[in-house]
């Protein structure tokens, strides 16, 4: 049984900072890419960023771009999204993922999904 477990979000506010935490479990990730979605009340779930087993290359959408920086530790299974300068439009729940394929991940979709962590960010 894969398991992405979430964990991190809460309430800021604008221009404050919060790091988000997955740990997986079940089975090794390795090769695996992995990454975070974000999906805010009336919207569709969007990409946020990822980061490949090798090579350790990072990908983020425009809108956190700068401010959100994504790390993994392939030795403990954990992948972490620190956000710092954060918005009120970032408010959302985020939901940890797990692929095989950078280009599933693009795409808008995922092999593993974690549970979601809520993320709210008052102005």
């Known amino acids: 049984q894969v398991q992405l477990v979430d964990s991190g979000g809460g309430l800021v506010q604008a221009g404050g900072s919060l790091r988000l935490s997955c740990a997986a479990s079940?089975?090794?990730?390795?090769?695996?890419?992995m990454g975070w979605f974000r999906q805010a009340p009336g919207k569709e779930r969007e990409f946020v960023s990822a980061i490949t087993w090798t090579f350790n290359n990072k990908y983020y959408s425009d809108s956190v771009k700068g401010r959100f920086t994504i790390s993994r530790d392939n030795a403990k299974n954990i992948v972490s999204l620190q956000m710092n300068s954060l918005k009120p439009e970032d408010t959302a729940v985020y939901y940890c993922a797990g692929s095989r394929q950078i280009t599933t991940m693009l795409a808008g979709e995922s092999d593993y999904w974690g549970q979601g962590t809520q993320v709210t960010v008052s102005s």
């Open positions: 079940g089975r090794t990730f390795s090769g695996y890419v």
